[in-house]
Structure formats: structure tokens, C-alpha cells
């Protein structure tokens, strides 16, 4: 089944994904959306599982236009690996003192993604990062920034 364009290059939604969201309202009212009128009483657009597979439809329409909103607001280069040549604009934008905000619109990368890079080539530590590195310790966490989690209530420091 092809997929349906939700999204044009500019956001908006394309005129694909409207026409198709009219023609499954219509015909989940049981309107006709060619000839704007009512369907027979007997159509098979009366049956239960053709409307819920209609429902089903929109909904995922819907999803699919969210999720192509959503999208389109993420830097370009987010999951993207990065290349050796972008490692090193990276380094040296970090060592020409550039904002890391700005770095991070140069590099279509999040914020997140630039201090992370720092961090791992140890450039910045962890307390030096504006952003949380969800992907850090409980341990590591709390010696940055000091504080202590439920998970580690009633536990002893062993060695140290």
C-alpha cells in the first residue's frame, strides 16, 4: 500500500492528506463525497466493521500527520551517525569558543546530542552540560550533581 504524504517540505499538510481525511468523514457520516449526498440505507458503509475500519483509518491518518508535525520540528541530523569530518567541525567550533546552541544548528543536532559528543571525546564533564544525559548512571548522576534518588535510600556506601 503506498503511503500517503501527510506533510509538504514547508509543514504544511499536504492537500493529499486533507482530501483523504474529507472522504473518510463523508463517508463515516454516510454522505456520499463525490455527489455530496446521503448513501443508501443499504450500503455497506452501514456495516459496524466497515465503520470501525473507517475510524481505524482516520486514526491513522491522524497519527501519521502528527507524526510527520513532530518530525519536521527535530533537527535534520538527529539519529544520524556521525561522520569523522563532523566530529572534527565539531571540535573545532568547540575550540573557537562558538555557542553550543549554534554549533548545534550548524550540525542539524540537538543540544543533547553536541554535549554528549563533547562529553564522550572529554571536552566537558557532566556538570559542565546544560542538558541531562539520560543515559548516565543513578551512581554517576548523583556524584554530578549531588543528590540522592528513592532507589537509593537505605543504601550503604561500600568502600569509597
Known sequence: ??????????????????????ILDSLLHGVDPIKDRDLS?????QDPDVLRALLAAIEALNDSVARAS????????IGRSWSPTEHEELL?????NKPLAEIAASHGRTLRAIEAR????????????????RFASQES?????GSISRDDVGVADKGG
Not at 513532530?70 to 541530523?77: G, I, V, Y
Not at 573545532?92 to 573557537?96: D, N, P
Not at 566537558?124 to 542538558?131: E, F, K, P, Y
Open 1 to 22: 500500500m503506498p503511503r500517503l504524504p501527510t506533510r509538504s517540505s514547508d509543514g504544511v499538510l499536504s492537500m493529499q492528506a486533507k482530501r483523504a481525511r474529507e
Open 41 to 45: 440505507i443499504d450500503s455497506v458503509l
Open 70 to 77: 513532530r518530525r519536521s520540528q527535530l533537527p535534520r541530523n
Open 92 to 96: 573545532r567550533e568547540f575550540g573557537a
Open 118 to 133: 563533547l562529553q564522550n571525546a572529554g571536552l566537558i564533564t557532566a556538570a559542565q552540560r546544560q542538558t541531562e544525559d
Open 141 to 145: 548522576r548523583r556524584q554530578s550533581d
